[in-house]
C-alpha cells in the first residue's frame, strides 16, 4: 500500500538498509535537537559512523537549518572530509575535524552531537564545571572530560589534543564553546546530550539563587559515584543509554515532521 509512511521510509537502491536505519534515526536527532532548541542556526553537527564502513561517518550538509536534515541529503564522507557519495552540498570543516578525532581515536563510538547550548557554554566557563547538584548530573559524575579553548577546530592538529581530552568518557566538555556527547549509537548519544543539558541548567538555577544568599546542598561523594556506576551499568553489564526513550522520541520526530525519514 502506498502511503505517506512507506514513501517517506523509502530507501534508496544503492544505499544499504542498514545505512538508511542510521540515516533515518540521525535525521532524527538533528529535528529533535532543534526542537529542545539546542542548535545554533546552521552551524554545530550531528554524526554517525556507517555500519561496515568504519572509516566513513554521516554528517549534515554546510548551510541547513537542522529542521531542514532528512535521511537523504545527509553528506557520507571520510574523517578527511572528503565525500564518499555524491552531493549537491559540502561538509562543514569544523565539523569533520572534530568528530573525526573522536571516530578515529575511540572505535567503541558511533555518533557524536555536539551542540553550543547558553548552558553548556557557561558550565564550561565554570573553572569547577559541571557540578553533582541534580540526579541529572549523577550519571556524569567523575565521567566527563574537559577541553580548554584553542579556537574554531580547523586544525587536524587539535584532534590529537581532542582525544587526549575525551580519553575513555562518553561527553566532552569544551570549554567556552559547547558540548561533545558520544554513544555506541543515536539513541546513547542523545540521551548523554539531554541529561548533561539538564544537568547544567540545573546547575545555573542553583548557583543563581546561592549567590542570593541561598545554600547549596551537595549530596555525599559516595552517593554520586554509586549512582554514577547505577546509570552506567546493569549488573556486571554496562549500560546501553537511552534505548527505552529512543521509540517515544521517535514517535515525537513524527508528529512534529515525518519529513526527516525521506
Not at 19 to 32: F, G, K, Q, S, T
Not at 78 to 99: K, R, T
Not at 202 to 221: C, F, H, N, R
Request: hydrophobic share 40%.
Amino acid at each position: 500500500m502506498d502511503t505517506l509512511e512507506t514513501r517517506l521510509d523509502a530507501r534508496p537502491s544503492h544505499i544499504s538498509p542498514e545505512e538508511w536505519a542510521l540515516r533515518v534515526d540521525l535525521a532524527a536527532c538533528y529535528r529533535l535537537v532543534a526542537h529542545f532548541g539546542w542548535d545554533d542556526l546552521i552551524l554545530t553537527h550531528n554524526s554517525a559512523r556507517v555500519p561496515g564502513e568504519p572509516d566513513h561517518m554521516l554528517i549534515n550538509p554546510m548551510g541547513l537549518m537542522f529542521n531542514e536534515v532528512t535521511a537523504s541529503n545527509l553528506l557520507k564522507v571520510d574523517f578527511e572530509g572528503n565525500l564518499v557519495a555524491p552531493s549537491e552540498y559540502e561538509p562543514i570543516y569544523a565539523g569533520i575535524v572534530i568528530h573525526g578525532a573522536i571516530y578515529i581515536g575511540r572505535p567503541d563510538v558511533n555518533c557524536v552531537v555536539h551542540t553550543h547550548t547558553e548552558a553548556d557554554i557557561a558550565v564550561g566557563a565554570l573553572e569547577e564545571g559541571l557540578l553533582p547538584l541534580s540526579q541529572w548530573a549523577m550519571r556524569f559524575y567523575n565521567r566527563l572530560g574537559y577541553h580548554d579553548y584553542e579556537g574554531v577546530s580547523l586544525d587536524l592538529d587539535e584532534r590529537e589534543r581532542l582525544q587526549h581530552s575525551i580519553g575513555n568518557h562518553q561527553v566532552l566538555v569544551l570549554r567556552n564553546h559547547g558540548l561533545l556527547a558520544t554513544g555506541r549509537n543515536v539513541a546513547e548519544a542523545f540521551s548523554n546530550t539531554y541529561h548533561f543539558e539538564r544537568s547544567a541548567e540545573a546547575q545555573l538555577k542553583i548557583q543563581a539563587a546561592a549567590a542570593s544568599g541561598a545554600k547549596i546542598v551537595t549530596p555525599p561523594a559516595e552517593t554520586c559515584e554509586r549512582q554514577a556506576a547505577m546509570f552506567a551499568n546493569s549488573g556486571n553489564t554496562p549500560r546501553l543509554g537511552g534505548q527505552r526513550e529512543w521509540p517515544a522520541l521517535l514517535r515525537l520526530a513524527d508528529r512534529l515532521d515525518p519529513s526527516y525519514r525521506h
